[in-house]
């Protein structure tokens, strides 16, 4: 805050007389300030009370709204093999139960690997590898899903195991133990799985290499070429005619092309997989095509500043690239012309680097020596920077600048063309694309069709997966041929599989199946940890359990009382008015225990009589009074005892008849408690249902707005934000317009006081030449 001299000459209190002026417009301020203040003190209320309410909603609420979480029944056993859980409608009294065998997933350990062995290791030096007339397959089945996959000079230890993974299956080689672990996800017999080995065809391998080609399976993705491969699984074995292939592949893309039934729907839809990415493949490459034009367009641009073959520069650059070609660094058959484009090249990049050496001198991180010239210091300084790099950087640095060029507002030719490099880059890339499609891509698009029937066609008739004589080739990874036996082997190296089984629980003579080892029947949950021995059984009982659902529905009659009950406190709050939030002078003349209690009282009332937390306590109240029907008749939370009172001041409080820690009910008959032990399911269907109307009604309440509420948050948030911006943004004018008002009246105070100061400077002139004494 400037320092200011006033009321030298004049001898008023200029400060007072402008404070005093400017206060009506500072009062104007105030009352916004007080609007700004009071709206976030309504904004940490209504957060508070959000979470509150959000948490009423996902806890106690929600576990109240799932009938099975009422548990009214409860199984006990004292035997750690076998735990159960009784639903209402399980029979109560003792049961008998026996464990004839758990459910295990599929489990493979391979026998150890060589040492040396790494996931990068080919599987041709572990002598997995084909015939001199076909490739060698391994072949995974996995439930519906089918892998072949295809092994040549170039596949690794870690693309099998890509391979298995993609299967769905859980794969590893645990490089400690170098062994390869593989299980199924699931438990069951029906998780059970096969990896085996064969032989295809060199014709059906160059089919299916050359269709991965045609629609780029090596870039489209695990979740594309996972696509790929599950439609040449639905293809194989199929006999496609002419007419259908035709068909599909003259289709434009998103045309629906509808089979005859669902067998060949599928079809269909496996042709379009593969059509679709050939499509996208040719497209791809044609604007590639297109970006690489402008590319070497720029860049011509680019090495176009440096053609002066008399520039020493040039010329020595000129020679350390033919020094370069001399010494092996660049290929020897490296053309005049090229060795001219490459040191053009050199050129820029160390044009580039003299100007960002310019730029740290300019910022102050470089400074030129006393005994350099700012010229001398930048050669020198990206000379040594330029002798740092290798060819390949220097290439490298030179393809970065060309990139940069992009956003270059100067303009280059291309196709004969002039285009600004950065507004029209985009646009010649489409023209240059459009015309390709209206053109050659037209053709090429029919050609990449033909050529991807002609390999699906060829890779159909020659995919055939023949055995091949002799061990299993799997055994040179530790393993051997995986058929999916129903029975657990080990061998001699260390080579193990345990075999995908069901469980086998019998209860009460009845015996069950299950792919897990929990097991669901007859309103029991059977989880079960362990086998027993032939002819032992293992009892356990079930007796009605109504006191843990009494307790759950009361616990949660707390939680709706204790928020309901300070909504009613917060809704219909004693007035603060005449309370308005105290400015900086108010608080100076206060105590902390003053301006506490003073904030207070108007906090406490920051909701008093709102209209959304109205709308909130009204819906909550409604939705507990929900009446629902159950085997033809009408039920309400009073059916069991549970209402409010005669007490008009608690607004709408439960109660529970005959809770004892209830002073004005706890002598009345505790009807929950009765329901519970005489008709428990008929009661879990009424508070779950009214849970759900509850819950329903508070999720309506809670929904998103756009510009009005987020989502899950009861008061509308976004609009309250909006209008504290908009209070911020109106202060901000009102403070600048008190600060300009200031300004006018010190100008003209101080005009006054020049003029005063003149008029005495006069006066005592005037006394002097009168010879008059001041």
Known sequence: MPVRMTGMISG???????????????????????????????????KELNQKLYKLYTDDLSKMRLQGNYQTKKATSSDTRVSVTAGTTAPNGSHLISIEQLASSQYVTSGKIADDVTAKTTLKDLGMIGSATGSLVVQIQNGDTKRNFVVDDKTTLGNFIDALKEAGLNANFDTTQKRLFISSKNSGYDSKFTITTGEMSTAGVDALNNIKSLINYAGIGSAGQTKVLNAINVLEGKNISDTLYNNVMSKAPGEKITGAD???????????????????????????????????????????????????????????????????????DTTPEQIERIAKERYAVLDNLKAQVASSIDSGKLKVPDDKTREEFIDEQAQTAYDTLIPQDKANMFISLAEKEYKSTETIEVDGKTITKAADYQNKVKEIYDSAINGNIATALTDVNNGLVANVKNYFVNSAITDIPGNSKLQNIGLDEIT???????????????????????????????????????????????????GETISFNVANNTQETYDMIKNFIKSYNAILKEMNELYYAPSSRGYDPLSDDEKEAMTDGQIEKWEKKIQDSILRRDNTLSSVLSTMKSAMMTRVEVDGKYYSLSSFGIQTSSDYTEKGLLHIHGDKEDGLFSALDDKLMKALEEDPETVVKVLSQVSMALYEAMGEKMSSIPNVRSAYTFYNDKTMAKQQTDYKKQIALLENKVIAMENKYYKQFAAMETTLAKMQQQTNALAGMLGMKQ
């Open 262 to 332: 669902a067998e060949e729907q599928k079809i269909i839809d496996a042709l379009v997989v593969l059509r679709d990415y050939a499509i996208k493949k040719v497209e791809s490459d044609t604007k590639a095509d297109a970006i690489k034009q402008i590319k070497d367009g720029i860049k011509a641009s680019l090495i176009s500043k440096y053609t002066d073959p008399s520039d020493e520069t040039f010329i020595k650059l000129k020679a350390e690239v033919q020094s370069d070609v001399d010494n092996g660094i660049l290929p020897s």
């Open 12 to 46: 008023m209190d200029t400060e007072s007389l402008i404070k005093g002026m400017v206060d009506a417009q500072r009062l104007k301020n105030k009352r916004v300030e007080d609007k700004s203040t009071l709206l976030g003190w309504k904004q940490d209320k209504w």
């Open 484 to 534: 999916g036996a129903v029975h657990d082997a080990t061998s001699a190296d260390g080579y193990s599989v345990v075999a995908a089984k069901d469980s086998i629980v019998t209860v009460d003579g009845a015996q069950l199946i299950g792919k897990t080892n929990t097991i669901t029947a007859n309103g029991l949950t059977i989880t079960a940890t362990g086998t027993t021995a032939p």
